[in-house]
């Protein structure tokens, strides 16, 4: 597994989760408009315990921190998927920071360094049916549908499609 280094843009940086973080994390991770496409929102101590795991492993889950204010807004996940080569890329925004291309920002800069710093093969994210502006995000991003998954995800009582899309260091190339 490589070792992602602190990514930083010109609005975020990408960082290890750290114990001052629960309150941001609280705040995304509880709503239910934040995760409703993910699964149910979380209760306090469900946050500690998933801060606390990122902070004392590095399993490709990193806190994303507005520059501006210092505020965590939500997270990245940016690991490896069955080969070294291949990785997934996935995000949750506060709802408070949505629409404001903080996700795409992020995304790209770590779309450019798996590509050209990590030499990645290919990078893939998954979402579901009705999750319209996380196609749309992956679309911007260059990402192409390569497989539904017919009635692959359970969620709220009901089997629902799920979609995954990917980007080929070749296709990063030519972009």
Avoid at 61 to 73: F, H, M, P, R, W
Avoid at 150 to 174: A, C, Q, S, T, V
Wanted: net charge negative; glycine share 6%.
């Amino acid at each position: 597994m490589h070792i992602i280094k602190q990514i930083s843009t010109e609005r975020l940086i990408m960082r290890k989760f750290n114990q001052y973080d629960y309150q941001d994390v609280f705040e995304y991770l509880s709503d239910e408009d934040v995760m409703k496409y993910i699964e149910p929102s979380f209760q306090y101590q469900q946050v500690e315990e998933f801060v606390n795991r990122f902070i004392c492993e590095n399993p490709g889950v990193y806190a994303l921190v507005e520059k501006s204010s210092g505020k965590v807004i939500g997270h990245i996940v940016f690991h490896s998927y069955e080969y070294e080569e291949v990785y997934e890329i996935g995000w949750i925004i506060n709802k408070n920071y949505q629409g404001k291309g903080y996700a795409y920002e992020i995304s790209n800069a770590l779309i450019k360094y798996g590509f050209e710093e990590l030499k990645l093969h290919r990078i893939f994210a998954t979402t579901v049916e009705g999750n319209v502006r996380s196609s749309n995000l992956m679309e911007k991003l260059n990402m192409k549908k390569e497989a539904i998954f017919r009635k692959g995800n359970f969620d709220n009582g009901k089997w629902i499609d799920e979609y995954w899309y990917g980007i080929l260091e070749e296709d990063y190339i030519h972009y």
